[in-house]
């Protein structure tokens, strides 16, 4: 009976990739029914029964499901020869389980329609639409980085623990739920890695966790960078797979907070992306705009690049590469790279509306 349940559960998967794939091509379908209906109800009840814990579930989940993983394929190791049949109905049943729970609880959300439609915004941009809007940028986080250093030339040191920021990010969300009703945020559900360690080496800042819905942020990156990458993996939590729209929804949570340190943050990790998008257009130009940029700023920049400098390793780039392939593979086409496209919803949307 157990073999034949596998079996059954083995020949779903086939049926179920091409579910998803027919998904892929009715997005609107997906947003009104499963990123704005079913989903919405699964997240909440996933965040009110974990969020209370002081620990990731999630991350106990995947250390000792890695565990049960390598006990499983040693001891069945010889199976590869003497039943391999059965070996690969384990497997792949194991597999067309996994795949169900994971677009089930968050991943169909990669299918929804796009950010720029639901705003009403353009997809692309000119140079000229980048530069305005990126001295728009570098006007805001000097007045501000002047407000909180009262020195140009000072980085800012956010003066909050991480459980602090954890408990003002919602204030953000709060705010931006009065521009945009669908993201308000309750229950709450952001947690440090338990995993933050490896994590700093892959080269992550952090993750959702789609089986669990818990925001994973990994508590070894500079405390600057942290108000951003828990507003980011927020955005995730609530539905918004694709990198560039969660980056977007990240800086307008940030830069929404009553809080003048996290809106720094916000205000210049916005300003960074439009920096990197000018500097592959055109160099020259590049160093022509960051000159304006406070000396303080640059120094939060340096910062963050050599913290990752600092852990660099042989293996991050195939972790990259993994990750890449993922996003390619959940209809995200340019992978990380995809990462660079919060520009066009930056420039679009900060054209026509203040900071």
């Known amino acids: 009976m157990l073999k034949h349940k596998k079996l059954v559960l083995a020949l779903c998967f086939i049926p179920q990739v091409l579910l998803v794939k027919l998904l892929s091509y009715y997005p609107e379908f997906v947003e009104q029914y499963y990123s704005e209906g079913l989903y919405q109800t699964l997240s909440k009840i996933f965040r009110f029964v974990l969020g209370w814990l002081p620990f990731s579930f999630g991350d106990l989940v995947y250390g000792l499901g890695g565990g049960y993983i390598i006990w499983w394929c040693f001891k069945n190791i010889k199976r590869l020869k003497t039943d391999f049949k059965n070996w690969l109905i384990d497997v792949v049943a194991a597999v067309s389980l996994i795949y169900f729970a994971f677009h089930l609880f968050w991943g169909i959300n990669y299918y929804r329609l796009p950010l720029h439609k639901n705003l009403d915004l353009e997809a692309d941009y000119t140079t000229e639409q980048l530069l305005r809007v990126t001295e728009k940028l570098i006007v805001a986080s000097n007045a ?80 600057y960078k942290f108000p951003t990458t828990t507003s980011h993996e927020i955005a995730h939590q609530l539905g918004y797979a694709a990198e560039n729209e969660a980056n977007f929804i990240g800086f307008m949570a940030a830069t929404n907070n009553n809080d003048a340190y996290i809106k720094y943050c916000g205000l210049t990790f916005g300003l960074r992306f439009c920096l990197g998008e000018i500097y592959r257009r055109d160099v020259c130009l590049f160093d022509d705009v960051i000159a304006d940029v406070n000396i303080g700023i640059r120094k939060n920049y340096e910062e963050s690049r050599l913290f990752w400098e600092a852990h660099q390793n042989p293996l991050e780039p195939f972790f990259k590469l993994f990750y890449s392939n993922f996003l390619k593979a959940n209809n995200q086409s340019k992978g990380m790279e995809s990462y660079s496209y919060v520009v066009a919803l930056l420039v679009n949307y900060l054209e026509n509306h203040d900071l």
């Open 144 to 223: 501000l980085h002047l407000n909180i250093t009262q020195n140009d030339t000072v980085k800012v040191d956010v003066p909050y623990n991480k459980a602090t920021v954890f408990k003002m990010i919602p204030n953000g969300y709060d705010n931006l739920k009065r521009i945009f009703p669908n993201l308000e945020y309750h229950q709450e559900s952001a947690k440090q890695s338990l995993f933050s360690y490896p994590l700093t080496y892959m080269g992550f800042s952090g993750y959702l966790n789609p089986l669990t819905n818990e925001a994973h942020i990994n508590g070894r990156i500079p405390m």
